[in-house]
């Protein structure tokens, strides 16, 4: 009997070994097989970076990291990036702080950066956020909030500078916290750069 048996498992292996060799494939198994479900990744947001510098007094807000520019009906998110090349695709939520600059509340240049868009062009993320900041005029207020803090500034000044040029010297002032807005210009075109520079409304 144990003969036959094994003689008829040798027979049936052979005639049907075309249908039944992925038995014995261990990558076909595993494939197969169940797989341990795989930790779930959280990919979180860069951290608000911490004020380290000499602090301005602000006004207490309520409201989450943002720009509010009351003349042009601008309100929008307030975005910190940890290097240059996660700007462009931070500046789709919102406006960026470039990095390195002076944070809202310390002495130096703030330095905000956003798209603009020419008119007419549909409100699609941010791309319109700055597309009118050449109608910004002395004295009219920019409101920053960053940390449950509002700091409001006047605006001073506006130029049109080269692209890759440098914020002009005049606008750095010792012992001060400025605020510099920047965006390409013409709006929607990346041949120029328009600047507007802001001071504190009050200083402490």
């Given amino acids: 009997m144990k003969y036959f048996f094994l003689f008829f498992l040798l027979s049936f292996l052979i005639f049907n070994w075309g249908k039944i060799s ?18 779930t990744k959280v990919i979180e947001s860069p951290p608000v970076p911490a004020v380290k510098k000499a602090v301005k007094k602000c006004e207490h807000s309520e ?25 462009n695709s931070a500046l789709d939520s919102g406006v960026v702080h470039f990095p390195d600059s002076a944070l809202p509340g310390e002495i130096g240049e703030i330095i905000i950066l956003g798209h603009s868009a020419p008119p007419g062009w549909p409100k699609i993320k941010y791309d319109w956020v700055f597309s009118q900041i050449q109608d910004l005029g002395a004295g009219d207020l920019i409101i920053l909030n960053f940390k449950k803090c509002e700091f409001s500034f006047k605006v001073s000044d506006k130029k ?6 440098e914020i002009p010297e005049d606008w750095k002032v010792d012992g001060e916290s400025t605020l510099v807005l920047i965006s390409c210009w013409p709006p929607g075109k990346d041949i120029k750069r328009i600047a507007v520079m802001a001071e504190p409304l009050e200083n402490p």
Avoid: M, T
Wanted: proline share 8%; net charge negative.
């Fill in 63 to 87: 409201k989450e990291d943002s720009i509010e520019i009351p003349k042009l009906g601008i309100s929008a998110p307030l975005r910190f990036v940890q290097n240059e090349n996660e700007v």
């Fill in 22 to 39: 992925w038995l014995f494939n261990y990558k076909v198994l595993f494939q197969v097989l169940p797989k341990p479900v795989e930790e």
């Fill in 160 to 165: 049109i500078l080269l692209r890759g040029g």
